[in-house]
């Protein structure tokens, strides 16, 4: 099964690689056809390429006077260049328009970097097929926080607390802005949201990790039940490299979500690996935002006071409250 999936992400790079080198060859076939100067540039740069290629084979020659053509000629083909540059633009043409456009520019859409590991991309796609995600970029790519709308939220005084659901959720959105923001900082941001559904914790959540991920950063967002699966999958089943992989990543992941905090079951097995995550995310300076439709009283009742200590001191808590939009809910 593992293999199967590793195969399976394999032969999708393969047509996206594909997919791309169609697209672009058609792209060079439009341009070639409606500015015919182009394709006089581009037979005037394979000759002088070769011409170069001639010349440094060319053992006869004196190597001064090999030095100064092969100058020579890279200066015609820059020039070429720049030549091909201005004519596309002068067309309309951006740039860019004769560039391969691969999904990711890191690894050229081979999932691998020169140095021979793994790109980000395989390995979210390893996380995503892990969690029987399709594509997660694909899930969040309506949720950002320009889409948050503050404006639903009441400005009236909230009965038991200081300020107005509106007051809060401005609070929150700053504190999540500025998670994204400095994500990179060895700053030990961590997160934890709680309070009702239907009070903006999941767009939240969502919007961060669309952000990050936009950002090229590994992340690893699933609900606490879904990881306490994987995780004894993994321990009791499923020993194969894409198992394995997918339990390291809840630790190596530039960031994880865990969703639904308190919805899996309780037991000692869970409760033990939960702290085991947090607390060695916490070690290494991996950062983590949790989000709990429970009260940090109740959070108590069920974890062990190992885990509610460092979810208390080592996460900015974030209260939602106000009256249930509904939300949540009707965005499904
Ligand atoms: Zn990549």
Redesign the pocket.
Known sequence: MAEYKTKEILKEYERSREQAQKDYKERIDYINKSIPEIKEIDNKIRTLGLEMTKLVLDDTKDSNYIDLEIDRIKAEIEALKQQKAFILTENNFPLSFLKIHYQ?D??SDT?FLTTGKK????KQKIIDSAYGISNLKDILRKENFSKFDINIFSDKEYEGEESSPKENMQKILATCEDFVENFNEDNGDNLLLFGPTGLGKTFLCNSMAKALLDKGYLVVYQTAFKIIDILANYKFHDRTSNSEEAYNLLFQSDLLIIDDLGTELNNTFANIEIFNILNNRLINGKKTIISTNLTPLQLKDIYSDRVTSRLFGNYKQQKFFGPDLRWERQRG
């Open positions: 990711c890191k690894c999932g790109c980000t991309c395989f």
